[in-house]
Structure formats: structure tokens, C-alpha cells
């Protein structure tokens, strides 16, 4: 073939030669090292219309000789080249760093210019994405990019992440985006095993029309990672990363009081003792004691010391009773996280190749905890004529160590931690073979030491993920493509939770003080275990035709008819053994009894069959359609077939119009606009540790009885779910416009984009009265509507001087409203777990927690006799829990080898329920409950009865009590007061790196570059003053349910560190 | 290029169309079963019930005056001052109808299958627990239940008219029951299974029901003709009423594993280790139940409760403490409800009778609970017998269940060298003591009224075992008079008569959910409260 398009050719020049005539002249569009710069557009200078380049940088153009080329390409400079004779012009332009137009990898992996695109994308590159020198993507993406909102769930050493673009559109469904890894659909989750530097881009499609051809898992959008390819020279990169993690702020805490926790506040006479009155408790958790004197008090009851002979002696720990505010803090660690990489990357013209490795080495905040991220990777290319493959193959070992629940109650260590009275050493119990910090010596009679379950209560993971995919693609003709792809995800995860038993001494259990300790309550604790093994597989196999073809010298017509199978498979295998009979030796085979076990499978098998046409006028007006039929084994046969079509436009408004191009203003103008329909298959997982892929929710199922079998006694029980072999897809409908626009040769962008997205047919499963038989039935019912819209802007550079000076800057901003359109007739919510719910009228999601009884002005009513307010009994709506606003801001100062870059955030709109604020009012060392020094008080705002009934300002009736009973027992059983603005601004990134110059490395030949840098994350955070608990970013985990905090989620971190990156 | 197209557009629709069957096929569930034999499901209903109403009532022994809170835990307000929202212990209406849905699904697929005996089951077990919706509800979902979406919002109905429907599914069950060509499988009978004659217990456990139902009927009486024309119609079916050792209880095969013993043991017992549970500590004895046991010289104080300052294993209960009734060295202390004064070290945790091992029996009702339900009808002269006899039966049958034995000690000396008493000997001596002291509260002769001194009687065999039935004597007789109320500051002197809807309905079903009005928890009364 190309022989004879070279013939063709060299005809054509003869044509040329001799008739002055346009001819074919052909070329290639490259970078300064010479890799393809792709979609260049080519333009013969004073005529109409050009073509663009190929995404490999390949162009044809009829000029004649003596024409001026015009060749333009996004983010590099204009160049201009004159047609001598010759029959193929190469051309290297120059990068610049105006990057409106760039190119964007659309569905499947197909490179497509941003001028085509009719809906919102947006790209990360590896430098923006590395830049605060994060572990994990998810944290390097927050605040880049409009529409896209990551929410990290605590600060744990491997913490799960929620990553949502554009809001909500499901009710109970999944909200998270779609990761596509190198053109591979996989989980979500996976993000948190890639390594941040093999990353070489992240598309961000947000909308549903961009994620139309991925199917039914794309309607929230698709984040498109791009691993990195060797270039045409040999480069090693080394380098080491590390960084310091440091609680950076408690919740406001008292340091008037110490402890007492209504101890005998009844006498045997049934007499009331004023708590005021009570005198020090030495054992008590709570902190509603006298005030500090500086006295020299008891801590904890007597401790029974053995010397060697046997003998023994009793002794009672004595302490200042006076405030030691840094012990809580002091409680945790600095968290070290050592991350070393090396990679490898090479290439010639028909071949690429890229291997590397990283480990990553996290020591976290909270003692004992850890975890190490270990991977692998492989990236290639190989052109062979006609033929390409491209592959990648990634290997990540993760491991976690952390702390589980301690063995009294299973609490949280920080809920150990805030039930620690202000006066106890506490970081002087980390010993815990020490007799005063022992299980039968620790002061606290009712919770034990935290530094027990540090030691001895674990939780360990072991996850291997492997992320593997070929691609082939053989170009048939000129303008026809097959590729076929073969993607595999494979997950093996082991977790075994272990806590100690506990053996308590027998002075210990005779409970000396008579506070009723937990060594008398408890006995003793045998040792339990519990093993979790997971097994979970991805195969997906794409098969497409490309087409690309000039129809005519103004129309080009680009067709995408494909065909995709995704397999989905799980296993998970658990064994619970609560009681071990060997210390220490967590084997089910040491079983008291029978261990409890669980069997889940579930598979899944997908079908789809899409087609994707594009039109391009003379390259500035583009119309895209796209239609996808999915069958998927979950659903009935009736309704397991399902049809979604997608149309856009875009319009380059500035090269159709004369009198706007080449404008010195206005230099680059796009509008465009998208309408899209997805099904999506919102199904409930079924399984307790996998999710059964949406599958066995069509057929009533029957449940293992609790316990059974006995011996040879089976028994089951109905399923409390209400399955529903009717049920369909989900439908979202999206809309979509937006407008591109570059100024002053693109040195400003800026980019606007409304969307309104409405999700109908919801598959809820709604709750429904318990005399249905069932507590939920799975229906398709339910209506969201998501409007907003996203604005961007870049300036770049905004300065740049001859020095070498440059500054950039970028804000981005999304608004966003969610909103219940409905649930189901006669049902105005649905309740999402952790107070949250989706009400019908109200944004998505919103927080639901009791109140106290209010007046119509909202004034508490308090008790005319107590003072104390009485709490309602129907629970109200505080508002919304997902941000409605949020600005992102980015710049970038550099001077010859130095960057300083940095990135804030800021996210309102919001409340956040602090219900660790209820946890630290029941201990009593929260500022809160001191606030009336323990004293009675008016209750503020608050109505009483004037003895008429008649409500009245409350200006005289006080609590019956100002302490423990009114702020542990009464105050905080109101979560209201502890839902907050959750507000913030954050200062997410700051960088400063030094490139050392080349010039440096002129006469040493094996290294070419060295960059050292400084790096925080985290540094700063502004929270409204009535926030004073903790991150309003937190979640109890990565579910809709977003808004709540508890004690599960240790206070916020700040992270500094160092780099430093060799390049040979 | 057409072509092309069009061959990757058929091939995709034949691969679609060819593999259908065995491409989609792979959803058939592999975790839970889709169908089950009736048996299946009645084995866990049955053991399920049984666990519900010993542990989800637990509010009703605090109330009844026979536990306490322990004073080392802070106990949320609204369980210590009766000042309860909706959402106060949903669970008795939430998990009682989740139950409920297995016996009904037991009576239909006993029907379709033509397996009368367990339709008949499903039929006498469906109306016994209903009516303990009601006793606790008043007004309740019934004639719409089990529907699932096909009655999506259940309409509530009078009290009254499911009570009378109640009988008459009893009447039903023992028509079934009596007819069926063969009893049903012993393994899945773990009532009355290993009896010998189930089909006999299973009638007398549906008369001792309906005879539990017209009794509670008692102090209404515009109920009376009603009552006689039942009662007539029980005495007419002849087979009468759970006897002496005719427990209603069931057993499945407990064994000390996780989740697999008895189902009080598992809420309130100990762990497979021998660890207290977490409620274990929590619940302690309550006061007033302990004096009146002492007053009485009853050595079921021993089996309800358990001195103080002894370790969980019941085996060392006894051994500790053979003192006879008022020798100082017993130890029995409980706080009062409301009062959490005492720490766990200083009080009564539950005794080794009614937590006498893991595989204990879970019962519904007992022996003796049937005999004073008999004794209380005969008194009345609804049925004919001795009242007096029944009386004395049924509080040997409580020293029965509990294998209450009486320890003397011939020395000072250790449990080995104590004469052993029988329960039923302990019993005879209890009752002979009463007699020779002449207690009111023991003794049928010395007692002014007898209908006080069976009610009192049966609240003292009831403890822990039954909450609701003594709950339901105290709401329809007041008795016994002097059960305190809560000592909490502010829980005034009124005991509850009901429990709130659950707030779960008033979300999901509100329409149908009638609107109590405030306090309802003291003055919205049971249909057949007085």
C-alpha cells in the first residue's frame, strides 16, 4: 500500500512540477524531541479551511509550492513553513504552555482533539498531579479540576476515598466515578493502587455524554488514567520522598475539670448529691469533677506490686491534678511516609518501553499503625508495519497494619483517648506491662488503657492487585482501524482482625474500689480472631473499527462501531472465632465451639454493543453521536437489554468566522452542547464482603437461621428484603453547554460549563412497614435532579519575563445543586444510614438527627421546673451535606530551576454532623461542656412556660444541673448542636522544587539531572469558629451517606516533606 | 467500509443473540436458596420467636420489678424515666412481624404442599405471638400483613376484632392440627418433636393460648358472654391445657458455640468461654423482686439471681452461698430501677435458674404459667377443677423449671456434706413454710384473695421467664399492687401501659399509622385494660 501511495506521490509532484498545480504534499508534526505532536492543525496561509494531523502527528494537505504552511497545535508555538519542492514536510514546534486546546483521550481510549469535544473534559498532567508529591491519586487530583470532588474518609495509613464528579445522580446507587486504566474500565477503588508517577495524564470526563460508550458504569463520569511510555531516549529516574504526618488540631478541649462521673449521686436514702459537691473519683472516665487545684490526687485505685519472693505490696499512683492539655496530642505519633521510586523509560521510532517500581512505606499518626504499598510496572509499544500492540502490566502489594477495637467494649482508640480526664499522664501508660498501665492497674475502672489495643488488637490486610491489558491495533487501510483489547483486574485480599484475651488479677477482679471496674465485670477475655479472604477478577474484551475519512476536503466523518464483554467474578471466605482457648495463637483451629463462617460468590456477565460517529466540518464544527445496547446477565431476560444514544456539538466559533480568527483578543472561541441518556444498573450488592455486582435481587431469598444449624437442625429464614424480578435500570438524562474561550493567544482560557442531569426510574430499595413481612422492597422509583455548572479559568503565564521568570494561575469553580425530586408515593425519604437521608424536595443528601422541642420561632423550650430542654421526638432535617460550592485555586511561580507552586481550596454549602462532639461531651473534656464552669445556667434562646401556659423568654429558670447530668446525660443526647457550617478552606498543596542546572552535568556523562524539592500538604485549614471538632472533609466511610464524623476518624493531619529526584 | 461495518454489527448481534444461555445464565444465586421445605423455616421461626420474647422485653423486667440497671454503665435517660420516643425499642414491633412472616410463609406453603400439621403450626404460633402485638400495641396491621408490595401501606385494625380473629385462627390450627394424615417431622418440630405426642401438645398449647387471651379479657365486662361461649367451645374440644412438665419451649440442640446456644444465654448469659455478655453485666437484680423472694423464704431467689461477688461460672453460684433463707452470710443485693447506685461488683447478676447452662430449653409458655392461668379460670370459675391444687401445682412446676434445689448444711461445713432437697420437695417446703407462717403471699388459706395471690404467685415463677404476661396482670388486675415504678428523678408514679408505634411506620407507612396523643405511654390503654 504505501508503495503505491508513494508512486501516487511521486506523481502527484510531477503534476506539480508541471503544472504549477496544487499538489499532495505530506509531513509529520513533531515536538523539539522529536515524538509526535498530535491534531496539529495545517493551514495554507491565505486559504480556507485545513486539515488536522493524526494522533500520531501525521498530515496530507494539497498546497503547491511556494505556499506558506500555517501549522498550529495546542500547546506549542505557531510555526510557519514555506512548500519548497519537496513532497513530505516535517515540522518540530516548539511547547508552549498554553494548554487550552490540548488533546484528550476520550472513550476507549481514542485521542481526540479538545476542540472536538462537545462536552466537559479536563486533563491532569503528571507534573500538576505530582506536584505535592502525594501516595495516592485521589489526593493529587482534590481541587484540580471543576466538578470533581474527592473526599478522603479519615486519615488512616491507607485511607478509602469518594470521588464524585458533578454531584449525585443516584439515590442509593453508586455515585463514584468510573476509573479507565489505559483504556480498561476497573473499580474505583483501584486508584489507591497506582503509583502517581507511572501516571503520565488523568482525563477527567464528567459528564455522561463523555462516558456514554463505556456503558452503564460510566453515567458518573469517568476518570482516565494514562500510564506513562518510554520516550525515544533512555531515561533512569531515582527518588526518594519523605514526609512527616502530624495531628495538626484537636476539638477544643477543657482543661478546668477533672473527674467524676456521677458516682453515688444517689445515696441508699435516694437523697441527691449536687455533683459540684462530689468529691475526685480517681478511677472515672468522665470529667465532670472539681476544678483543678494543683493538689497531689490519686490516679486509679490501689496497684498491687509482687517482688520476687512472691510477696507483695499495694501502691497507688500519685499525680498533679492539674491540666496536661498536649498528653491527648502527645498520644499520637509523627507519621513518617518513605516513598522510593525508579523508573526506567526507553523507546525508538517503533517501540517504547517503560518499567518501574516504587515502594511506599507509611508509618501513620496513630501508634502501631502502619502500611507499605509495593508495585510494579510495565508499559510497551511495538509497531510492526500495519501492526501495533500496546501493553501494560502493574503489580501492587499492599499491606495495613491498624488498630482494632479494645477488649471491653471494642471502642476506638480515640474514643479511649477522649474518655482520658485532662489531668492523666496518658502518654506515660504506653508501657503496657507496666502495673499502673496494666488491665489490672490503668486508673480508668471503665475503659482500658488505649495503648492495649495498640498492642494487642490489630487489624491486617493483605491486598496484590494485578492490573494487566494488551492492545492490538492493525491499521487495515489508511482510514480503517481494528483494535482489539484485552483488559484483566485481579484482586486477592486477606484481612485477619486478632485481639488479645486478657487474664485480670484476682485483686484486680475483687475490684477494690468498689467503681464496679471492668476486670469485675469482665473476668476474663479469651482471644478472638477473625479472617477474611476475598478473591475478585475483571476480564474485558473490547473489539472496535476506527474509521477516519475525508468525506470531502471539508467533511470528515469518524465512526467507532465496537463491541464489549466484561466478566465480573468474586469469592469471599470469612471465619469468625470470638473465643480462642491458646493466648496468643490465633488459629480457628483453637475454636471454643464452632467458629461462625460465611461463603459468598457472585459473577457477572456483561455484553455491550456501541457505535460512536463524529462529523467534522472544516475543523471547527463537530457533531458526535453516539448509541450503546447493553445485556447484562443481572436482570430478568425481560429487561436485560437496554438502549442509551448520546448527540453533542461543538463549534469553533473563531476559525468559522473570518472576522474572529486570527483575532489579537480573542483568539480561541468554542461553544458546545451535549444530550445524553444512560441506563445504568444500580442494583444492591447482595454480599456482606463482596458486592454481588448488582446481581440476585430479582428472586426472595432465604437466609441461614441465626445459629443454625444445630447438628443435623437446618433452618432458614425469608430474606427482610422484598426482591423484585421487574426491576430496570436506572435512566439519567444529562444536558449540557458550555463555552471555551482563549484570549491573548491563549495565555488566558477560560471555560464554562452548565449541566443538568436528571436520574429517573431509581432502583431504591425503599423501607417498608415491618407488617409487610419485610423491611425493604427494591423498586424502580425515585427521581434526582443535578444542575450546575463549572467554571474554569487559567491564566498562563500571567508573568513571564526574560529572566526567566514565570507565574501561573488557575481557579476553578463548581456549583452544584442536588436535589430529591422523589422517593415513592407516600414516602418523603429514604434514610441513607449514618443520619443521613435523601428527602424528597431537599438537596442530596441531607443530615436528619433529633432536636430539642422548639417554639415556632425556633426557640428552645425548656422545662419550667429542670430548665432542662426535652428532646423532640420526630427527628429534623439540618440541611445538606455535600458542598454546593467549591473553588479550587492553583498557581505556579518559577524562576530558572526553582517552582514554587501551591493549591487551596475552599468548600461551603454544607453542614457536617461533629458526633464525636457527643462523645466528647459524654466524656467531659470537651470545652463545651464547660462553657458554665460546671455551673447552672439560663439556657440560651431558650422559652419556658410562665405557670399559664403561655411561653415566655427564659431569663430565670436555671439547669437543675450544670454538669455531668446536663452535658452527658441531657445535652448531648440533641445531636442538632453538634451540626455545624462545614466550611473550610484549605491550603491543599505548596511546593518548592530546584531543578539544578544541566549545565552542572555538561562534563559528567552518567547523570542529567538532579531535583530536590519541599512539599506540604495539608498545611492550612479555616473552619467557621462553631466548627471546632474536626474535618469537615471526613466521612464515616466512602458511601452516599457523607456528613458525619465520629470518634472512628482520628483529628485532621498535616504533611511535610522532602524530595529528591535523579535522573540519569 | 459498509462492509466492514455491517459485519461487526451482526456479529456483535449473534454473539448477543447465540450466547444467551449460557453467557447470561450465571445468576442463579449461590449464596442463599430461593425455596425451602416449610419445616426448614419453622425449626429458625420457632427458636427465633422464642429469643425475642426472652430478650426483646427485656424494658418489661425493669418495669415488673424484677431487674435493674448496673451502676457502672451510663444508661440513656429515656430507658430509666419511662419520657420514651417512637423509636424506643422498635424492635419488639419490627423483628415480632419479621418473625411472623416465617410462620405465615410456614401456614401457606403447609397448605400448598398439603402439610396440614405445619399449616396448623403456622396458624396456632401466628396467633399466639399477634397476640403479643396486640398486648403490647393495641391497634395493629393484621388482616393486610405479609403482603409484601403488594399492600405496601398495612392498615391498622381494631384490637378488639384481631383478638376475636385470633381465637377463631386458633380454633382453625386445632382443627388442623387434629385432622392432619401425619405429625410433622420430630427434627423439625423443636417444640414438641421429641414428646412422643406432639399433636396432643400442640392442641393443649393452642387451648393454653386462647385460655392466656380470654383471661386477659378478664376486667372487661361486656366480655363476658363471650368468654363463657369460648371457654365452652374449649372445654367442648376436650383436650385441655399444657399439664404439669407440658413446657412450651423449644430446643433445637444448643450447643456452646458462638450464636448457637440458648438464645437468653446469648443476650444475657455468657459468652462460649464463660465471659459474662455485655448485658449480663448491665442487667443486675432489682430490689424489690429480692426482698419479696426473701420475705418469702424463697430459695428461688437463688436460681433467679446470684449473690454478689462471685465469678460468672453458675457452677460456683450455689457452692458459695448454701446459707438458709435470712442467714446473714447470703448475699443478695440489687439496686432499684432508676437508681444505678450500686456498681456491678456490689449486686445480683442473673442466677443459674434461668441461666441454668447454654442449652438450656427457651421457653414460651411454661408449665406452671399454664397451670396459674388454669387456676386463676378455675378461681373464677370459668373451668372446673381445684383451684387451690392448680395453684400449688403451678408454683411446684416454677421450682420444677428452675431445678430449684434446696442445700441445708448439716455443718459449717462445705456444699458436699448439705442434705439436697428436690425442686419439687423444695417447693412442698416452700409451700408448707408459707403455711406455717401463715404469708399472705404463699399461703392459698391465709391469703385474703386468692385471684392477688395467684397473680403474685405467678409474677414471682414469671421473672425473666415471661416479662409480658406479668406485665399484662399488672395492666389488667393492678397486681402486684406494689411493684415500684422507676425512682428516677422525674418518672413519676405511673408504670407504661404500652409502647409507642415505631417510628419506622410513621416514616413508611404514616398514613395508616394512628397518631397517639402525648404520654400515650401511661393512658392509651390495651383494648382489654379495665
Given amino acids: 500500500m504505501r508503495k503505491i501511495l508513494s508512486l501516487l506521490t511521486v506523481l502527484l509532484l510531477f503534476a506539480a512540477l508541471a503544472f504549477s498545480q496544487t499538489r499532495l504534499v505530506t509531513g509529520r508534526v513533531t515536538n523539539e524531541r522529536g515524538e509526535p505532536i498530535p491534531f496539529a492543525t495545517v493551514k495554507v496561509k491565505g486559504g480556507k479551511g485545513g486539515v488536522a ?255 520476687a519472693d512472691g510477696s507483695y505490696y499495694d501502691s497507688t499512683l500519685m499525680v498533679k491534678y492539674s491540666a496536661k492539655p498536649n498528653e491527648k496530642l502527645n498520644f499520637f505519633d509523627v507519621g513518617v511516609t518513605m516513598q522510593n521510586d525508579i523508573s526506567f523509560a526507553t523507546g525508538d521510532d517503533n517501540s517504547s518501553f517503560y518499567i518501574s517500581m516504587q515502594d511506599v512505606n507509611v508509618k501513620g499518626v496513630v501508634p502501631g499503625d502502619k502500611a507499605r504499598r509495593t508495585g510494579a510496572r510495565i508499559n510497551g509499544m511495538r509497531n510492526y508495519g500495519r501492526f501495533r500492540v500496546d501493553y501494560g502490566l502493574g503489580y501492587t502489594k499492599k499491606t495495613t497494619d491498624q488498630v482494632g477495637g479494645e477488649y471491653s467494649q471494642g471502642r476506638p482508640v480515640y474514643w479511649n483517648v477522649i474518655n482520658t480526664p485532662m489531668h492523666v499522664p496518658l502518654t506515660s501508660f504506653k508501657d503496657i506491662n507496666q502495673p499502673f498501665s496494666d488491665v489490672n492497674g490503668y486508673f480508668n475502672a471503665y475503659y ?265 437442625t437446618g433452618g432458614y429464614t425469608l430474606d427482610n428484603n422484598y426482591k423484585n424480578p421487574a426491576i430496570r435500570p436506572e435512566r439519567t438524562v444529562e444536558k449540557e453547554i458550555g463555552i471555551e474561550l482563549g484570549f491573548l493567544n491563549n495565555r488566558i482560557n477560560f471555560q464554562a460549563a452548565y449541566f443538568d442531569a436528571r436520574t429517573t426510574d431509581q432502583t431504591l430499595p425503599v423501607q417498608i412497614s415491618a407488617a409487610t413481612g419485610y423491611s425493604g422492597a427494591l423498586l424502580n422509583t425515585g427521581a434526582m435532579s443535578n444542575k450546575g455548572y463549572e467554571l474554569d479559568l487559567k491564566v498562563s503565564p500571567i508573568v513571564r519575563t526574560r529572566g526567566g521568570l514565570r507565574w501561573d494561575v488557575g481557579a476553578n469553580f463548581s456549583y452544584i445543586k442536588n436535589e430529591v425530586l422523589s422517593v415513592y408515593p407516600g414516602l418523603d425519604e429514604v434514610s441513607l444510614g449514618n443520619s443521613v437521608y435523601a428527602i424528597v424536595g431537599k438537596p442530596y443528601p441531607s443530615v436528619k438527627v433529633t432536636d430539642w422541642v422548639r417554639d415556632d420561632q425556633g426557640h428552645v423550650i425548656v422545662d419550667k421546673v429542670t430548665g432542662y430542654p426535652t428532646l423532640d421526638p420526630t427527628l429534623k432535617n439540618f440541611g445538606n451535606t455535600n458542598p454546593t460550592i467549591r473553588l479550587g485555586l492553583n498557581t505556579s511561580v518559577s524562576y530558572k530551576g526553582l517552582t514554587f507552586s501551591a493549591v487551596a481550596d475552599y468548600r461551603a454549602g454544607n453542614v457536617i454532623l461533629n458526633a464525636v462532639g457527643s462523645a466528647l461531651d459524654f466524656g467531659g473534656i470537651s470545652w463545651h461542656s464547660a462553657q458554665t464552669n460546671r455551673q447552672r445556667f439560663v439556657f440560651p434562646n431558650s422559652v419556658v412556660d410562665d405557670g399559664t401556659g403561655k411561653l415566655v423568654p427564659n431569663t430565670s429558670t436555671i439547669t437543675a444541673d450544670g454538669n455531668w447530668r446536663f452535658w452527658a446525660n441531657t445535652y448531648n443526647q440533641a445531636s442538632s448542636v453538634y451540626v455545624t457550617s462545614a466550611a473550610f478552606w484549605k491550603l491543599r498543596e505548596m511546593a518548592l522544587s530546584y531543578d539544578l542546572p544541566k549545565e552542572i552535568f555538561s562534563h559528567v556523562n552518567w547523570i542529567k539531572g538532579a531535583q530536590f524539592g519541599l512539599f506540604g500538604r495539608n498545611l492550612l485549614m479555616f473552619r467557621p469558629k462553631e466548627n471546632f471538632w474536626t474535618d469537615p472533609e471526613f466521612n464515616e466511610n466512602n458511601g452516599n451517606a457523607i456528613g458525619r464524623t465520629t470518634e472512628n476518624q482520628t483529628p485532621p493531619t498535616r504533611i511535610v516533606g522532602f524530595n529528591v529526584t535523579l535522573t540519569f | 467500509m459498509k462492509k466492514i461495518v455491517y459485519s461487526l454489527i451482526i456479529g456483535t448481534a449473534v454473539f448477543a443473540v447465540g450466547c444467551k444461555k449460557s453467557f447470561y445464565d450465571v445468576n442463579t444465586n449461590p449464596n442463599q436458596p430461593t425455596a425451602v421445605a416449610p419445616g426448614l423455616v419453622l425449626t429458625n421461626a420457632l427458636n427465633t420467636a422464642a429469643g425475642q420474647l426472652l ?246 431467689v437463688r436460681y433467679f439471681y446470684a449473690p454478689t461477688g462471685y465469678g460468672p461460672s453458675p457452677d460456683n453460684l450455689l457452692v458459695g452461698n448454701p446459707a438458709p433463707v435470712g442467714d446473714p452470710t447470703n448475699n443478695y443485693v440489687g439496686n432499684e430501677f432508676g437508681d444505678q447506685g450500686i456498681p456491678n461488683s456490689g449486686t445480683s447478676p442473673f442466677g443459674p435458674g434461668i441461666l441454668r447452662s447454654f442449652d438450656m430449653p427457651a421457653p414460651f409458655i411454661t408449665a406452671s404459667e399454664s397451670l396459674f392461668l388454669q387456676a386463676e379460670a378455675a378461681q373464677r370459675g370459668w373451668i372446673t377443677g381445684d383451684a387451690e391444687q392448680l395453684y400449688k401445682a403451678a408454683v411446684i412446676e416454677s421450682f420444677n423449671w428452675l431445678q430449684a434445689k434446696e442445700y441445708i448444711r448439716t455443718k459449717s461445713s462445705p456444699v458436699k456434706d448439705s442434705i439436697v432437697f428436690s425442686p419439687a420437695i423444695t417447693a412442698a417446703r416452700y409451700l408448707q413454710h408459707g403455711e406455717d407462717l401463715g404469708l399472705e403471699d404463699v399461703d392459698w388459706n391465709s391469703a385474703p384473695d386468692k385471684i392477688e395471690l395467684i397473680i403474685r404467685q405467678k409474677w414471682a415463677a414469671l421473672n425473666t421467664i415471661d416479662p409480658l404476661e406479668a406485665w399484662n396482670d399488672y395492666r389488667r388486675l393492678g397486681l402486684p399492687a406494689d411493684v415500684p415504678p422507676s425512682v428516677f428523678p422525674g418518672a413519676g408514679t405511673v408504670i407504661p401501659v404500652r409502647l409507642l408505634y415505631p417510628q419506622r411506620e410513621y416514616d413508611v407507612n404514616g398514613a395508616s399509622t394512628p397518631v397517639l396523643p402525648s404520654n400515650a405511654q401511661f393512658t392509651s390503654k390495651i383494648w382489654w385494660m379495665p
Fill in chain 1, 53 to 307: 494531523a493524526d494522533a500520531e502527528g501525521n498530515f496530507r494537505v494539497q498546497a503547491k509550492t511556494g505556499d506558506v504552511l500555517v501549522l498550529s497545535a495546542t500547546g506549542a508555538i505557531n510555526k510557519e513553513v514555506e512548500v519548497g519542492t519537496e513532497s513530505v514536510v516535517n515540522v518540530s514546534l516548539v511547547k508552549t504552555n498554553e494548554e487550552l486546546t490540548s488533546v484528550v483521550v476520550t472513550a476507549l481510549g481514542v485521542k481526540k482533539q479538545s476542540r472536538e469535544t462537545g462536552f466537559a473534559t479536563a486533563v491532569v498532567g503528571t507534573k500538576e498531579l505530582n506536584q505535592g508529591k502525594v501516595t495516592n491519586i485521589a489526593t493529587g487530583l482534590a481541587a484540580k479540576v471543576s466538578g470533581l470532588q474527592i473526599n478522603l474518609v479519615n486519615n488512616g495509613v491507607d485511607p478509602a476515598t469518594r470521588i464524585t464528579l458533578r454531584g449525585n445522580r443516584s439515590i442509593l446507587g453508586n455515585n463514584q466515578a468510573l476509573l479507565v486504566l489505559d483504556g480498561v474500565p476497573v473499580s474505583i477503588g483501584y486508584i489507591n493502587s497506582i503509583n502517581p508517577n507511572d501516571v503520565d495524564n488523568v482525563t477527567v470526563l464528567k459528564g455522561a455524554t463523555a462516558s456514554a460508550l463505556y456503558g452503564s458504569d460510566a453515567s458518573n463520569g469517568v476518570i482516565i488514567i494514562t500510564t506513562k511510555k518510554g520516550g525515544k531516549r533512555p531515561v533512569i529516574k531515582v527518588s526518594n520522598t519523605t514526609s512527616f504526618e502530624s495531628i495538626s488540631y484537636l476539638p477544643k478541649l477543657q482543661t478546668g475539670f477533672g473527674s467524676y462521673g456521677g458516682e453515688s449521686y444517689s445515696a441508699p436514702g435516694g437523697v441527691l448529691i449536687d455533683p459540684l459537691a462530689a468529691p475526685y473519683f480517681p478511677y472515672e472516665n468522665q470529667s465532670y469533677g472539681p476544678a483543678y487545684n494543683g493538689a497531689t490526687v490519686p490516679l486509679g485505685g490501689p496497684v498491687r506490686f509482687y517482688r
Fill in chain 1, 448 to 712: 482500658p488503657n488505649p495503648y492495649w489495643a495498640v498492642n494487642n488488637s490489630r487489624n491486617k490486610g493483605n491486598n496484590d492487585d494485578l492490573l494487566g491489558n494488551i492492545t492490538m491495533q492493525l491499521k487495515v487501510l489508511d482510514w480503517l482501524n481494528l483494535t482489539g483489547r484485552l483488559g484483566y483486574t485481579g484482586t486477592y485480599y486477606d484481612q485477619k482482625n486478632t485481639t488479645a484475651g486478657v487474664t485480670f488479677a484476682d485483686w484486680a477482679i475483687a475490684d477494690p474500689l468498689s467503681a464496679g471496674n471492668i476486670p469485675s465485670s469482665l473476668q476474663f477475655v479469651n482471644p478472638s480472631s477473625f479472617d477474611l479472604s476475598i478473591k475478585q477478577s475483571k476480564i474485558l474484551g473490547d473489539l472496535f473499527a476506527s474509521i477516519n475519512k475525508d468525506l470531502s476536503r471539508d467533511l470528515n466523518l469518524k465512526v467507532l462501531v465496537g463491541t464489549s464483554v466484561t466478566k465480573q467474578k468474586a469469592r469471599a471466605l470469612a471465619i469468625s472465632s470470638n473465643s480462642l482457648f491458646i493466648p496468643d495463637f490465633y488459629n480457628t483451629s483453637a475454636v471454643i465451639g464452632q467458629p461462625v463462617v460465611l461463603e459468598e460468590e457472585a459473577q457477572r456477565n456483561d455484553l455491550g454493543a456501541y457505535a460512536d460517529v463524529t462529523f467534522g466540518y472544516r475543523d471547527f464544527l463537530f457533531l458526535h453521536a453516539t448509541a450503546r445496547n447493553d445485556w447484562t446477565s443481572v436482570l430478568d431476560p425481560s429487561n436485560r437489554s437496554f438502549f442509551y444514544p448520546s448527540v453533542d456539538a461543538a463549534f469553533v466559533f473563531t476559525d468559522a468566522i473570518k472576522a474572529l480568527s486570527n483575532g489579537k483578543f480573542l483568539s480561541y472561541g468554542k461553544i458546545r452542547a451535549a444530550y445524553s441518556e444512560v441506563g445504568q444498573v444500580s442494583l444492591p450488592g447482595q454480599g456482606v464482603y463482596i458486592n454481588t455486582f448488582g446481581a440476585y435481587n430479582l428472586e426472595n431469598i432465604f437466609n441461614v437461621g441465626f445459629g443454625f444449624p444445630f447438628g443435623g
Fill in chain 2, 55 to 300: 430478650t426483646d422485653y427485656d424494658f418489661t423486667n425493669l418495669w415488673m420489678g424484677y431487674w435493674s440497671y448496673s451502676g457502672n454503665y451510663a444508661i440513656a435517660t429515656s430507658n430509666l424515666n419511662y419520657q420514651f420516643t417512637n423509636s424506643f425499642n422498635q424492635s419488639v414491633f419490627n423483628n415480632m412481624y419479621d418473625i411472623l412472616n416465617d410462620f405465615d410463609y410456614v401456614e401457606k406453603k403447609g397448605n400448598e404442599s398439603g402439610d396440614k400439621f405445619s399449616e396448623g403450626i403456622g396458624k396456632v404460633m401466628k396467633a399466639f405471638l399477634f397476640s403479643t402485638l396486640v398486648d403490647t400495641y393495641n391497634d395493629i396491621p393484621y388482616g393486610d400483613a405479609f403482603k409484601g408490595t403488594a399492600v405496601i401501606n398495612p392498615t391498622y385494625q381494631g384490637a378488639q376484632s384481631i383478638y376475636e380473629d385470633l381465637i377463631a385462627q386458633l380454633t382453625a390450627g386445632i382443627d388442623l392440627l387434629k385432622t392432619a394424615p401425619q405429625v410433622l417431622d420430630p427434627k423439625y418440630d423443636i417444640m414438641f418433636g421429641t414428646s412422643g405426642d406432639s399433636r396432643t401438645l400442640w392442641i393443649k398449647f393452642a387451648n393454653t393460648v386462647k385460655l392466656r387471651l380470654l383471661l386477659n379479657q378478664s376486667e372487661r365486662a361486656d366480655r363476658a358472654g363471650y368468654i363463657s361461649t369460648e371457654i365452652a367451645n374449649i372445654v367442648a374440644e376436650g383436650t385441655g391445657f399444657l399439664d404439669a412438665t407440658e413446657d412450651a419451649q423449644v430446643n433445637p440442640g444448643y450447643i456452646n458455640s458462638d450464636n448457637k446456644q440458648n438464645p437468653f444465654w446469648i443476650g444475657y448469659g455468657f459468652g462460649t468461654d464463660g465471659a459474662p455478655t455485655g448485658n449480663n453485666n448491665i442487667f443486675r437484680s432489682h430490689e424489690y423482686a429480692i426482698d419479696w423472694y426473701q420475705a418469702n423464704a424463697d430459695w428461688r
